[in-house]
T-cell receptor, first 111, second 114 residues
């Protein structure tokens, strides 16, 4: 079992829809949780960062972490065609270990 | 402020050739790393460095060498290219190796090995 599992999609939604992207993980030591967004032929860029459990909101984006279920989510409200990208979850523990990435979910928002 | 700069952006090699992918950052980041990204495989860590003179292997290090003589530069060397090394390579850096370790990525280098 991979440490981080993420459905690769592709996921296609109409403009204005609420999008839910998810990752599950197996390592209970993970403390730092991130979402990166990657546009086609570009490098990933940090979208959201959460420490430990709870929610974090930034504009149309909400990140949720449920450590008891080992499950993290990214919600996108009022999705726009400009949100079309691949979304990668990433996480790590509190020690000196590298980030572990999910494989990414490709999202298309259709106008 | 250029961030993380990777060169070249595109490269075609023949099997057995060697080459170096360059990575430079101007943010005074201690931590630098190289990933490869393949369809269906996600980002896989090749090598990383927590500071000048210190390097370590990641998930897929075979066939690649790295060195870190300065804080700014972290080149990735392919000693004898193989078709299996056809991929998109990303360099990434962060201020520290501990804590949130938020990575800043370069734009990528697309390598084809024939």
């Amino acid at each position: 079992q991979k440490e981080v599992e993420q459905d690769p999609g592709p996921l296609s939604v109409p403009e204005g829809a609420i999008v839910s992207l998810n990752c599950t993980y197996s390592n209970s030591a993970f403390q730092y949780f991130m979402w990166y967004r990657q546009y086609s032929r570009k490098g990933p860029e940090l979208l959201m960062y959460t420490y430990s459990s709870g929610n974090k909101e930034d504009g149309r984006f909400t990140a949720q972490v449920d450590k008891s279920s080992k499950y993290i989510s990214l919600f996108i409200r009022d999705s726009q065609p400009s949100d079309s990208a691949t979304y990668l979850c990433a996480m790590r523990d509190s020690g000196n270990t590298p980030l572990v990435f999910g494989k990414g979910t490709r999202l298309s928002v259709i106008a | 402020n250029a961030g993380v700069t990777q060169t070249p952006k595109f490269q075609v090699l023949k099997t057995g050739q060697s080459m170096t992918l360059q990575c430079a950052q101007d943010m005074n980041h201690e931590y630098m790393s190289w990933y490869r990204q393949d369809p269906g495989m996600g980002l896989r860590l090749i090598h990383y460095s927590v500071g000048a003179g210190i390097t370590d292997q990641g998930e897929v290090p075979n066939g690649y060498n790295v060195s870190r003589s300065t804080t700014e530069d972290f080149p990735l060397r392919l000693l004898s290219a193989a078709p299996s090394q056809t991929s998109v390579y990303f360099c990434a850096s962060s201020y520290s190796y501990s804590g949130a370790n938020v990575l800043t990525f370069g734009a990528g280098s697309r390598l084809t090995v024939l």
